[in-house]
């Protein structure tokens, strides 16, 4: 692993990340990169966030620079075989690789300590960036998927894949 590659890192969310992912998840750069492109309430995320930390359908890293917290990846299992992966950054940490670094080492996590045999990623048309990302990381587009909506890509990775 070269110097850059080991200035990011992935820990798995605790409790006592909900203030943190709740700011993050209602940050306007983050809404605006966003599917739903709503803010979430306290209440909601509340329930959200502690489902999601103690549900074992549910993974949720905070991606770490040099230790310092700069964002999240998130895979929820939709059935037996696949899981979904939502992923972001800070404003300030993006554009500099690191959320292709989180990409890679989430999938790594994820199919060393599950089952699952595919990973999708539902890509807004209108994120180029985020797209890029995915498909460095080894993703492959595919036609659209019922759970992606209709104005995003659909893109798998699949188990045994070499991630890029």
């Not at 809404?31 to 489902?51: D, I, P, Q, Y």
């Not at 890679?104 to 199919?111: H, L, S, Y």
């Not at 045999?117 to 797209?131: G, H, L, Q």
Request: charged fraction near 25%.
């Amino acid at each position: 692993m070269s110097a850059d590659e080991n200035e990011i890192a992935l820990r798995p969310a605790v409790i006592g990340d909900l203030e943190m992912v709740f700011r993050w998840r209602n940050d306007p750069f983050i809404l605006s990169h966003g599917s739903s492109h709503r803010e979430v309430g306290w209440e909601e995320h509340l329930k959200w966030f502690g489902e999601t930390v103690s549900n074992e359908s549910r993974r949720i890293f905070i991606v770490l620079e040099h230790g310092n917290p700069i964002g999240q990846i998130r895979f929820e299992r939709i059935n037996e075989r696949d899981c979904v992966v939502s992923v972001y950054l800070v404003q300030e940490f993006t554009g500099r690789g690191y959320g292709l670094r989180a990409i890679r080492m989430g999938c790594a996590a994820i199919f060393s300590t599950s089952d699952v045999e595919r990973v999708v990623a539902c890509i807004r048309r209108d994120n180029p960036a985020s797209r890029s990302a995915f498909l460095k990381a080894g993703f492959r587009e595919t036609e659209a998927l019922s759970l992606c909506p209709g104005d995003h890509y659909s893109l798998i990775l699949s188990r045994g894949t070499q991630l890029e």
